[in-house]
């Protein structure tokens, strides 16, 4: 079937890095965009950024710009995401989600999900 | 950015009520508007995309509408397990953004 799960939960001290990885399965992994959304404790959902595993094309939050990268790996069907200079207010749990509609970034929404990877920055 | 300001915050509500929640965008985004359902602890579900599209296997009590930049998802009759936090979702254009929640409780 079609799922997405993400790596481990992870405590990082601030000025750290750490990267999340989204393994997907069951469909063509080039043809649907991966968006990435965090929610820290009690808030609401943040969108991160979105990286198109077709060509690579990426956008990104600009609260993030600069201290995060997404890339994909077409050979393991494997979306990655690498934030670095890590602070208190990354602390959330980051989702990764697949765009509902194939080749067609954004519009309709994420319709598949990963189970979510809890980051914690702490000193 | 495209702001998305969701309304009410948070609405108690019991069995069989019908619930509406807004969503309003502050410049015009289409139709590219989407709807999730989150649970505690649980990652998100899309229920309704393009504004009105139902989503394969949710059920047909949930609806969304439009009117100009104002989106509405409706509840026609409140079952136990839809007492969760609903989002509204931009898809117009990048940075996607998000609704503050809409809490629904009883």
């Known amino acids: 079937q079609v799922q997405l799960v993400q790596s481990g939960a992870e405590v990082k001290k601030p000025g750290a890095s750490v990267k999340v990885s989204c393994k997907a399965s069951?469909?063509?992994?080039?043809?649907?965009?991966i968006t990435w959304v965090r929610q820290a404790p009690g808030h609401g959902l943040e969108w991160v950024g979105w990286i198109s595993p077709y060509n690579g094309n990426t956008e990104y939050a600009q609260k993030v710009q600069g201290r995060v990268t997404m890339t994909t790996d077409t050979s393991t069907t494997t979306a990655y995401m690498e934030l670095w200079s890590l602070r208190s207010d990354d602390t959330a749990v980051y989702f990764c989600?697949?765009?509902?509609?194939?080749?067609?970034?954004?519009?309709?929404?994420?319709?598949?999900w990963g189970q979510g990877t809890t980051v914690i920055v702490s000193s | 950015d495209i702001q998305m300001t969701q309304s009410p915050s948070s609405v108690s509500a019991s069995v069989g009520d019908r619930v509406i929640i807004t969503c309003r965008a502050s410049q015009g985004i289409s139709r590219w508007l989407a709807w999730y359902q989150q649970k505690p602890g649980k990652a998100p579900k899309l229920l309704i995309s393009a504004a009105s599209s139902l989503q394969s296997g949710v059920p047909s009590r949930f609806s969304g509408s439009e009117s100009g930049t104002d989106f509405i998802l409706t509840i026609s009759s409140l079952l136990p397990e839809d007492f969760a936090t609903y989002y509204c979702?931009?898809?117009?254009?990048?940075?996607?953004?998000f609704g503050g929640g809409t809490k629904v409780d009883i």
């Open positions: 069951g469909y063509t992994f080039r043809h649907y965009g």
């Open positions: 989600a697949r765009d509902a509609q194939e080749l067609v970034p954004a519009h309709y929404g994420m319709d598949v």
């Open positions: 979702q931009q898809g117009n254009s990048f940075p996607l953004t």
